[in-house]
C-alpha cells in the first residue's frame, strides 16, 4: 500500500511539473528571512545537480542539507562529485549540530562526518582499479551505522556498485555534470 500511494503520488507530480517550480528561485548565496528568521541559504555548485540549495540556521545550529546527503547511497545520475564532496566538506565547516538530510533521519554532527568520510572514501574508490563490489561493500561498511536495517545495507551495496559503474563508464561523473573538475580521485 505504501508503495501504490508513493507511486501515485510520482505519477500526479509528474503530470503537473508547473507544481515543481520554486515559488522563489534561489541563484546566489546569501540571507534569507523566514518567518522573521534570518537563515543563511547557500547555493552550491555542480554537485548533485547543477545548482542545490542548504541552509543553516546559527540561531539553532541546524543545517538543512536536503539531497547533499541521501542513504542508503548518494545518488549520482546527475550528479558532478567534485563539486559535491566539496559542498560536503563546506557543510562540515560550518558550527551545526544536527544535520536535516534529503533522505534519512536527521543527523548529528557526527553522523554528517561519517557520511562525509564515507563519500571521500567511494570517490577515492571508483578512481581505483577496486571491483563495485569491494567499492560497494566499502562504503556500505561506510555508512553502516547510519543505516536502520539489513534492507538498507543491501539496498546501499547495490547502489554502490551499481553507481561504480556509472561513474566510471562517464569518466567520474554524471553525463550531465557541466564542471571540468567532476571526475573521480586518482590514487
Known amino acids: 500500500p505504501t508503495r501504490q500511494e508513493e507511486t501515485a503520488l510520482f505519477l500526479s507530480t509528474m503530470e ?43 540561531t539553532t545550529r541546524v543545517a538543512v542539507v536536503g539531497d547533499l546527503v541521501t542513504l542508503p547511497a548518494p545518488f549520482f545520475e546527475t550528479a558532478c562529485p567534485a563539486g559535491w564532496q566539496a559542498a560536503l566538506d563546506a557543510v562540515w565547516a560550518t558550527p551545526f549540530t544536527l544535520a536535516v538530510p534529503g533522505h534519512g533521519a536527521p543527523m548529528t554532527r557526527e ?18 582499479d577496486r571491483t563495485p563490489a569491494s567499492c560497494a561493500a566499502d562504503w556500505t561498511r561506510g555508512v553502516d551505522s547510519l543505516l536502520a536495517t539489513d534492507g538498507e545495507r543491501k539496498q546501499a551495496t547495490g547502489y554502490a556498485a551499481y553507481y561504480v559503474e556509472f561513474l566510471r563508464t562517464n569518466g567520474g561523473a554524471s553525463p550531465d555534470c557541466a564542471s571540468a573538475a567532476a571526475g573521480v580521485v586518482t590514487e
Not at 543563511?40 to 540556521?57: C, G, K, L, M, P
Not at 568520510?117 to 570517490?123: E, L, Y
Open 16 to 58: 503537473t511539473p508547473q507544481a515543481l517550480r520554486p515559488d522563489v528561485a534561489i541563484a546566489t548565496s546569501g540571507t534569507q528571512h523566514l518567518s522573521g528568521r534570518a537563515l543563511s541559504v547557500r547555493v552550491t555548485d555542480d554537485t548533485v545537480t547543477d545548482a542545490d540549495v542548504w541552509i543553516y540556521d546559527e
Open 111 to 128: 553522523a554528517f562526518n561519517t557520511y562525509r568520510r564515507a563519500f571521500a572514501a567511494f570517490r577515492a574508490c571508483v578512481g581505483s
